[in-house]
T-cell receptor, first 115, second 110 residues
Framework: DTGVSQDPRHKITKRGQNVTFRCDPISEHNRLYWYRQTLGQGPEFLTYFQNEAQLEKSRLLSDRFSAERPKGSFSTLEIQRTEQGDSAMYLC?????????????FGPGTRLTVL | SQKIEQNSEALNIQEGKTATLTCNYT??????LQWYRQDPGRGPVFLLLIRENEKEKRKERLKVTFDTTLKQSLFHITASQPADSATYLC?????????FGAGTTVTVRA
């Protein structure tokens, strides 16, 4: 399967703990996105990478959130000192060049539950 | 600020009928609009993209319209099947990042 993969698929943690999620995009895609989705809502943009450069961060992304994409391949999203409000599905997507209209390919998501 | 609204009610239709979903947006002018399908517990899957200079686009049993004057897109599923049951998300967007509506859940009864 050459689609977007995410790991883990589910994560349960206690408030105050740190968690890290991984995303492996489609190999030839240079753009990578992180979104967060809560129940009954559409995905909300968190951050965007073009190759290894993080080009935009949403105001939703507090200082407790950090994302990296070393070498422009896989990406990690870390949440420090988790809070119950961080419970959500974290989705990763990738795309190729913008000129094609930016069709995005999403991974299956990581569901985070903060107790 | 940007606002995107989709049918607030879930849509329940009989197999074979046409489902029509609405996406309205305010306070911006997207260059293109995408529709995605999302099944429970899974990531969205791209269906169709329509640009601001296009009025209508079709793909198999799907049809999308884009009215930049009304700031509205309509999404039609013709000859609906139970396998079409899912949540459908619209994403009117300016550039690389997508802004999604909350989605409309469609249930097709056999």
């Amino acid at each position: 399967d050459t689609g977007v993969s995410q790991d883990p698929r589910h994560k349960i943690t206690k408030r105050g703990q740190n968690v890290t999620f991984r995303c492996d995009p489609i190999s030839e895609h240079n753009r990578l996105y992180w979104y967060r989705q809560t129940l009954g809502q559409g995905p909300e943009f968190l951050t965007y990478f073009q190759n290894e450069a993080q080009l935009e961060k949403s105001r939703l992304l507090s200082d407790r959130f950090s994302a990296e994409r070393p070498k422009g391949s896989f990406s990690t999203l870390e949440i420090q000192r988790t809070e119950q409000g961080d419970s959500a599905m974290y989705l990763c997507a990738s795309s190729s060049r913008v000129g094609r209209g930016n069709e995005q390919f999403f991974g299956p998501g990581t569901r985070l539950t903060v107790l | 600020s940007q606002k995107i609204e989709q049918n607030s009610e879930a849509l329940n239709i009989q197999e074979g009928k046409t489902a029509t979903l609405t996406c309205n947006y305010t306070n911006y002018s997207p260059a293109y609009l995408q529709w995605y399908r999302q099944d429970p517990g899974r990531g969205p899957v791209f269906l169709l993209l329509i640009r601001e200079n296009e009025k209508e686009k079709r793909k198999e049993r799907l049809k999308v319209t884009f009215d930049t004057t009304l700031k509205q897109s309509l999404f039609h599923i013709t000859a609906s099947q139970p396998a079409d049951s899912a949540t459908y998300l619209c994403a009117p967007s300016l550039g690389y990042k997508l802004s999604f509506g909350a989605g409309t859940t469609v249930t097709v009864r056999a």
